[in-house]
């Protein structure tokens, strides 16, 4: 590349910086300026104050988190006025002071060539430029062209491959970076892909599937901004410690209004980490606990067997069977939650009631008027036999409480399961006290979905905060005229931040928060692990069924997992899903992939196939005989001569305490164990914990017994093997599964 060139980018990309600089130093200084605002006036004045604040300090910290690779591309593109045939493309759009484009959002149509384009379809691009940087200096320059009339020029016509390797050969830090400057063609087109129904997309290990994801959750929220604004994006994964490793990238790309949840972290004010063992989290989450915690809640709703007597006020009454039970009609009628028609069962049992009571006072010659009524029924409330008749037959519920006494209860259990069998139900028995598991989060949330609130000043209260937020919304569009930020800032977005008293927190906060939340769109990564119970508390929190799924089948290690997506969504989409695939492994060398897949092949693990896009530099390292906590031991050391990098140490549970001394002794603060490791060169997992990440280097401990785990072992040794960018490693004390190599 000739060094004018390189020099001419250097140039116009400082200029990119000088922008970014500018419109960061005016960000900070409409912040300070609200900051200074006198603090006075009406609660209205002050939260509009704290609301634009708020907007500054997110402009900032977006202004800040884009500084890294500013601009990584340019596209030629035919038939532009000369001088303007060159788009920037970039993390954000940049405009100068006359509002021309400097630099186009990766997002944006325009954008789109430099991702797609291709000799065959250029898409109106003649030649596209990959600008690799360090810091904020443009260090290297690979073009591709498409237009031979180029060649002619000092334009050389590389093939651009430069930018991709070096991105899928850089070395792993513990944290997932966005692939924005090198998204391939067939990633590229499913980023982009329309907003509406369930879009599932398949592929093997490597091929990009998380990243795709990611990338397109920002580019929706870019693209349907005002939809997506008020409701939000929720992101599953399969554990915390994926989350903590895809954390950065979002805020990378500009975008900070996403919930990140893993599968135990779905219900407000539970947060699971423990799994249950395989033949219980698939009783769990298969669709008969659906059922079973429906009979559970109805059987909460009792009419008594026999008459009633109770006191008010000395006067005895005699309440038959019939009158629970039409006054629970009633209330079934509504067809509402049991917490909720539990306040129409009460309020027709004591009409009822007073009207028993006034009756029966006539009849021992007392003169009751109408008006007496609602005495009579104030006198049915304090009676502590009347409270104790209702209760019994229909009392307040919390889904922790159901599903605990469920849990405990092997009598009330064995009422409900007719139809199981003793062992079944063995799977469910465990003392009141013990915490809940993964497993049992869908299970909170499919009881809670059928008791709703605990009182009725719960559904008053959210009621009082929708009427709010709309008067926010109402408020924050004249603020924004009296501010004259038009076209800055949405009224939604303003909203968010008027509180009269507290600050009220981002549709992110809230919706975290809120168990009814319904989101804009929800991304499920390594999607074939949901059970049937979780995709059931997905479509509960989104209803317009927008999902982005990915997966890989043939990966499905959970018991309640699926190896079949028609199968799995049919219940909760039906046939309304479109799949896609990707089909090239940009992370896992040809060597290591190929040994991965043979293993998985001789254990009847149906692989999705994928192209490796290179060759590693080093074969698979396999060591039998021996402690197998020392032979990981000397696998790092030898690793560590081959290259630096990041290491993930994976075995089953039982090894984890053993390895934990042992390379802790040996390695001291570089070791760390399942999320916390992640920030350490050295991370032991357990193949679960791993799913999703990816190493330098993987050291696979004892295969066979990841395989004997449980009866999908076999594909998590697969995910396992696969998470390795470099070099993989397997050592074994005894024995190795079929499928290794033998010499």
């Known amino acids: 590349m000739p060094s004018s060139e390189l020099s001419r980018e250097r140039e116009y990309v400082a200029t990119l910086y000088e922008r970014l600089d500018e419109l960061l130093a005016g960000a900070q ?58 788009h920037y493309i970039g993390r954000i759009g940049l405009r100068d002071a006359d509002q021309q484009p400097l630099l186009l959002d990766w997002r944006v149509p325009q954008a789109r060539a430099f991702y797609q384009a291709t000799a065959a379809t250029p898409l109106g691009a003649r030649a596209r430029r990959h600008l690799q940087s360090k810091g904020r200096e443009i260090i290297r320059i690979d073009d591709e062209i498409f237009d031979r009339e180029l060649l002619d020029g000092d334009v050389q ?107 135990g972290q779905l219900y407000p004010g539970v947060e699971a980490t423990r799994d249950d063992v395989p033949e219980v989290a698939a009783l769990k989450g298969s669709l008969e606990m659906a059922a079973l915690i429906k009979r559970a809640v109805r059987s909460r709703q009792v009419v008594p067997r026999e008459s009633q007597v109770v006191d008010v006020n000395g006067e005895l009454l005699t309440v038959e069977p019939s009158l629970v039970h039409s006054a629970m009609q009633r209330a079934w009628d509504t067809r509402k939650p049991h917490n909720i028609a539990r306040v129409t069962f009460n309020k027709a049992a004591l009409g009822s009631l007073a009207r028993l009571l006034a009756d029966q006072l006539r009849s021992h010659g007392n003169t009751v008027e109408d008006s007496d009524m609602a005495w009579l029924r104030e006198d049915l409330r304090g009676s502590y036999d009347v409270r104790v008749l209702l209760n019994s037959a229909w009392l307040p519920l919390t889904p922790q409480k159901l599903l605990q006494d469920l849990y405990a209860r092997p009598n009330w259990l064995a009422s409900l399961t007719p139809q199981w069998s003793p062992e079944q139900r063995a799977l469910l028995l465990r003392s009141r006290d013990a915490e809940f598991t993964i497993a049992d989060i869908a299970l909170l949330d499919e009881a809670a979905e059928l008791l709703g609130e605990s009182d009725a000043a719960g559904d008053a209260s959210k009621a009082q905060r929708k009427q ?74 989104n209803p317009l069924k927008s999902f982005t799924i990915v997966g890989d089948v043939a990966q499905a290690s959970t018991a309640a997992g699926t190896t079949n997506w028609a199968e799995a969504l049919q219940p909760h989409v039906g046939t309304n899903w479109r799949l896609e695939e990707l089909t090239v492994n940009y992370r896992t060398p040809a060597q290591v992939s ?73 390695f001291g603060t570089e070791v760390g164990v399942g999320a916390a490791g992640l920030n350490r060169s050295i991370a032991i997992l357990t193949p679960q914990e791993s799913k999703g990440l990816e190493f330098d280097s993987v050291v696979v401990v004892e295969p066979q017994d990841v395989i004997d785990e449980h009866s999908r072992g076999a594909a998590a040794l697969y995910v396992a093997m696969t998470r390795a960018t470099q070099r993989l490693h397997v050592v074994a004390s005894a024995r190795l599964p079929e499928g290794f190599p033998r010499e």
Do not use: C
């Open 29 to 86: 200084a409409q912040l300070e300026a609200v900051r200074r605002t006198n603090q006075g006036g009406t609660h209205q004045n002050r939260s509009e104050r704290d609301a634009f604040a708020r907007i500054y300090e997110d402009r900032v910290a977006q202004l800040r988190q884009v500084d890294e690779r500013l601009a990584f591309g340019r596209l030629t593109v035919a038939d532009a006025p000369e001088g303007s045939e060159h």
């Open 594 to 666: 190929e040994v991965a897949e043979a293993v998985a092949l001789a254990h009847g693990v149906g692989i999705t196939r994928s192209r490796a896009v290179r060759e590693g530099d080093w074969p698979v390292m396999v060591e039998v005989g021996g402690d197998s906590a020392e032979l990981a031991v000397r696998s790092i050391r030898a690793d560590r001569e081959l290259g630096q990098g990041t290491i993930a140490v994976i075995a089953t549970g039982q090894w984890i305490p053993g390895l934990a001394t042992r390379l802790g002794t040996e």
């Open 157 to 263: 016509g590389l093939q651009g491959e430069a930018a991709l390797l070096a991105t899928v050969t850089a070395q792993r830090t513990g944290r997932m970076t966005d692939i924005v400057a090198t998204i391939q063609a067939e990633q590229d087109a499913i980023i982009r892909s329309e907003l509406a129904g369930t879009l599932v997309v398949q592929g093997g290990p490597g091929t990009g599937k998380t990243a795709v994801a990611l990338h397109r959750a920002a580019f929706l929220l870019y693209s349907y901004r005002e939809r997506l604004a008020s409701n939000g994006v929720l992101i599953v994964g399969p554990s915390p410690s994926f989350l903590q490793y895809i954390e950065q990238v979002l805020p990378s790309l500009g975008e900070t209004g996403v919930v990140l949840a893993s599968l």
């Open 468 to 541: 709010q937020r709309k008067r926010d919304i109402e408020n924050a569009e004249q603020a924004i005229r009296n501010m004259d930020v038009e076209g800055l800032v949405d009224a939604k977005t303003l909203a968010e931040g008027f509180e009269a008293g507290s600050y009220r927190g981002t549709t992110a906060e809230l919706a975290a928060a809120d168990r009814e939340w319904t989101y804009g769109h929800i991304v499920v990564d390594e999607a074939q692990e949901l059970s049937p119970m979780q995709w059931r508390v997905l479509t509960r929190r």
